[in-house]
């Protein structure tokens, strides 16, 4: 049952994407891991319509930036023995308090060529990001991010914009996990929530199944400790205000695509990755006086890069520190 309700949601999310070329915040569920500092850039080639007649091309940059702002971490054995089960004894015994607090601060820029206009758009976005580690081992995580996405042309007509994210995430091992939860996106007149589910499958040593439903699904195939290789498909849009003589409205773009994604591990903190990919279809559409104006693109590939730096540790790798040396001392007595 629950199963059918996430596929009924996400097929009316992939139709209010259609109509309104919001996308889905990945960053907020990425964010579960480490604090980071992270960058991607990304070109989209001239493409036409599928009248062959309107140029649409992009490039893109944006920036990421998630420091840790305060962390509560304790952990504690009291030796319970009314279970003779090892795992329920080690339940039973270990209490474990743990949470953090995030900021986050986003920043990217968009260069948009659509017929004969070139277009440039701002995205300025910040907020807070949430971490709570429960008694069953399960890690509460929320965010609530605001921001600006607007056209050079109608930065004096600014308009807010948000989005949050609440859900739960359970580790079941080193690398399988799972999480659920609601998304709402806030942006200019537009409210739209979707529920989520995603997680990380091994499926041998070498390849892992992750997704992002409705938003993302791919394989990873782990060369060794530094590289891998990942390929899937990607549901993504923007939308933005933008202004047309002396009006401002609503710009808006969504795209479904299949990629390749090559990753290395330069060290434990730093690393890069390249993209290719092929966008399977995309729309950008515009809405004045309540009729939609859409063009569909034709198919085309394009291409991406980022680099990333990672710092401190997750609250799961806090955590496990805790425990350990809070298990060795008890090992002393």
Known sequence: MKIRLIILFSILFIFQLKIKGQSFEMDQI?????????????????????????????????????????????????????????KDILKNSISVKASQ????CKISSRQVMWGSENINL?????????????????????????????????????KLRANGVIGRFKLLGLKKNYYYGISAIWSDGLF???PFFGGNIPINDKINFSATLPAQAFLTYNINNRNSFSGGVTL?????????????????????????????????SFGFRIQGGYVAFHQINQFEN???????????????????????????????????????IKSLF
């Open 192 to 194: 739209l929530p979707v």
């Open 101 to 104: 607090i995030l900021a986050s």
């Open 236 to 268: 993504d849009g923007y939308r933005t205000g933008v202004k047309i003589f002396q009006d401002r409205i609503n710009l808006n773009y969504m795209n479904l695509n299949l990629f390749l994604n090559y990753r290395m591990k330069v060290n434990q």
């Open 122 to 158: 701002y995205n300025v976005y910040g907020g807070i990001f949430g971490l709570k580690l429960n008694k069953k081992f399960r890690i509460i995580f929320y965010s609530i991010n605001v921001g600006y996405s607007e056209q050079d042309k109608s930065l004096d007509q600014l």
């Open 30 to 86: 990425q964010q579960i891991w480490r604090p980071k500092i992270k960058a991607d850039f990304s070109f989209f080639p001239p493409l036409t319509n599928s009248k062959n007649e309107t140029n649409y091309s992009s490039t893109s940059q944006s920036f990421l930036f998630t420091i840790p702002v305060k962390t509560n971490l304790g952990a504690e054995v009291n030796l319970n023995l009314s279970s003779f089960n090892l």
């Open 290 to 328: 309540n009729v939609n104006y859409s063009q569909t693109l034709r198919p085309g590939f394009y291409a991406e890069a980022g680099f990333y730096t990672l710092f401190g540790k997750s609250l799961w790798d806090q955590v496990n520190s805790t425990l350990s040396e809070v298990l060795n």
